[in-house]
């Protein structure tokens, strides 16, 4: 696997992470206690685990905490950057520390890496919120401060919002398929120094079923057998220096697969080539 500084945290990540939104049905059935598939998506963090990748992204809405919580026992805690997120009905200040310290306790961490705003709320003021991010930095329970679907203005706000710590990532989705933050978000995040965190960068698994053969045939002839999946995680990693891709865990093969994401760079021409492809 190989690492990348994340950000201006001064941490080295895996290029690529593990994401655990699975889906709505999981979402619910966890808050009754039923957790579909658990030991194949527990077997599946731990294949990436294994192979090197150290990031691992969850949120309080998912219901997968507990199961990254138990996923990261047995590996050394000091070497992994957990991330989770706040849902946007806990944005008030009081709300905002008591969800960061169930998410601790669900995790069984004492720390959480990385604490970021699933999504902006209206309805509260940014600077109540941040005010409370800031607390929890400075009480060792998170040591940097995320947004999640922002739009760039609202990421300015939120940054403006901070007296003391600096926003150091942006969780957007960004794939081939979908580009759109290539022009504001991404250039904003480099100039800046944030990392930007892409989900969905298999674009729902469409870009898998429509990736034309020939193009595949091209990339495994220059870089050795590649996979779709392989090579469209390599895209974001080749073009983009900052952005870290966090395909889903929930198959260990899928997983494993992904590891093969590192040791290897499309070329200028190549990611050319990709994207003049219509997916769509």
Known sequence: MEYRVFGKTGVKVSIIGMGTYYDPGWIVLSRLGIRPGYERKLKALRVGLEGGINFIDTAEIYGSEP?????????NREELFIATKVWPTHLRYDAVIKAAKRSLERLGVKYIDLYQIHF???RVPITETMR???YLVDSGLIRFIGLSNFSLNQIIEAQNALKKYEIVSIQMPYSLMDRRIENDIIP?????????IAYYPLGHGKLISRFPRDALEMISRNHGQKTVA???LNWIISKQEHVFPIPRASNPDHVGENLGVAG?????DEIKYLESIKFS
């Open 132 to 134: 409370a991010m800031e």
């Open 188 to 196: 904003y995040a480099r100039k800046n120094g944030m990392a930007v």
């Open 264 to 268: 290897w760079r499309l070329t200028e």
């Open 230 to 232: 392989q090579i469209v």
């Open 120 to 122: 902006p709320n209206r």
């Open 67 to 75: 199961l990254v919580g138990e996923a990261i026992k047995g590996f």
